[in-house]
């Protein structure tokens, strides 16, 4: 009995412990099974490489935006000094305005001489009576000139206001007056800020007769060869106050004739116009003064060199030592034309030059400053023809 109460006390008990194992595992599962499932966490690997790259390259442009910065400011400095500098210069240029208003009076009065300006007078040496010549190139062009005679204190005795061409060329005329003194002079031609001077001497008759009127009689036309309808002009020297007579022959024997005066300072200028139309071919002219003849020969639109006559003439019939002669002329095509410059002791100075296609031709003799005074003969040849013309070579 007790055993089977036993047993079956086991068996309860038993059953007990297995009941209770089985609760307990029950239990644990099911608060297994009540447990929330563990939070995942995403992956953000490939977000902050890209904020990294952003952020560099923010911080790349951050630099070079310091750099900028840096470079505006050097610039600012730099704009700072040239701000300075030019206030400084500012100053000095109102300094020298205001210093400028008193130097102006003087330098209206003091003209500076520029090379472009050149000033040449007919001769250099004047009669009371006579006209000075005066020839200017280098004025600025088609505007007001002043010309001007100074006596040797400075003193402005005569004066002319003209007006310059379009190539800046200037010619006037001064007519001078007896109540001048004999003496030294200047004429000065004055273009806007330009000056040249050039002087001369007005000088009694008698003085003026010593070297003009030795009873040299010269007689050139101003080229060798003219168009039909050009005007023809003959000049030269010969005694003050003579008459003087050309006679100008065409080809035909038509014969056209004029007269004129030897001027003061002893040269004289005649012009020959024929009836149109000109006779084309080889002319003569004859000029007579006291008794003696000078022959010219001239060719008038021939254009054929096999007609050509041998001519020579010179640029003019007085000169003055250091000046240079030229004689022109026309000759056979081609050739060879020898040019002979004589003394009055006889002393001889040679040069020589071909003639062109249209046989025309130019010599040149230099007249140095040792050269004798008085009377020269100039001999040009070529081929078998010869012409002498006659100078006057004073000091």
Not at 7 to 24: D, E, N, P
Not at 97 to 102: D, F, K, P, R
Not at 293 to 322: H, P
């Amino acid at each position: 009995m007790i055993r089977d109460y036993a047993v079956i006390t086991l068996g309860v008990l038993t059953l007990l412990a297995t009941s209770a194992a089985v609760y307990g595992i029950l239990t644990i599962n099911t608060q297994i099974q009540a447990k929330p499932e563990q939070v995942k966490i995403p992956d953000y690997t490939t977000e902050l490489d890209s904020l990294k790259t952003q952020v560099d390259s923010i911080n790349s442009q951050v630099n070079s935006i310091n750099s900028q910065i840096n470079t505006m400011s050097t610039n600012l400095a730099v704009l700072d000094t040239l701000k300075n500098n030019v206030a400084d210069i500012n100053g000095k240029l109102t300094n020298l305005a205001t210093n400028s208003t008193t130097i102006q009076p003087a330098a209206l009065t003091t003209y500076p001489t520029y090379a472009s300006l050149a000033v040449v007078l007919d001769k250099s040496n004047y009669l009371q009576t006579d006209a000075i010549q005066v020839t200017a190139i280098g004025a600025n062009p088609q505007k007001t000139v002043d010309v001007e005679l100074l006596d040797n204190t400075g003193f402005v005795v005569l004066h002319k206001t003209i007006w310059s061409d379009s190539t800046g060329r200037v010619s006037y005329s001064m007519q001078l007056s007896t109540a001048l003194p004999l003496g030294n002079y200047q004429v000065k031609v004055i273009s806007d800020q330009q000056a040249i001077s050039q002087s001369l001497s007005i000088v009694a008759p008698s003085s003026t007769t010593t070297t003009t009127t030795s009873g040299v009689f010269t007689a050139q036309t101003d080229k060798a060869v003219y168009n039909t309808g050009d005007l023809i002009q003959v000049s030269g020297s010969g005694q003050v106050g003579s008459s003087i007579t050309g006679v100008l022959t065409s080809p035909s024997g038509k014969t056209y004739s004029t007269t004129t005066t030897i001027q003061s300072d002893g040269s004289y200028a005649m012009f020959f116009s024929p009836v149109q139309p000109y006779e084309t071919g080889n002319w003569g002219i004859v000029v007579t003064n006291l008794g003696q003849s000078k022959s010219l020969d001239i060719s008038i639109g021939t254009g054929s060199s096999s007609t050509v006559t041998f001519t020579a003439q010179a640029d003019k019939s007085i000169y003055q030592r250091g000046d240079l002669m030229q004689v022109t002329g026309t000759g056979q095509p081609s050739t060879t034309v020898t040019g002979v410059l004589t003394s009055p002791s006889g002393l001889t100075h040679t040069t020589t030059t071909t003639t062109n296609s249209d046989g025309t031709y130019s010599l040149y003799f230099s007249i140095g400053q040792s050269y004798e005074t008085g009377n020269w003969a100039v001999t040009i040849s070529n081929l078998s023809q010869s012409k002498t013309l006659s100078i006057y070579i004073q000091s």
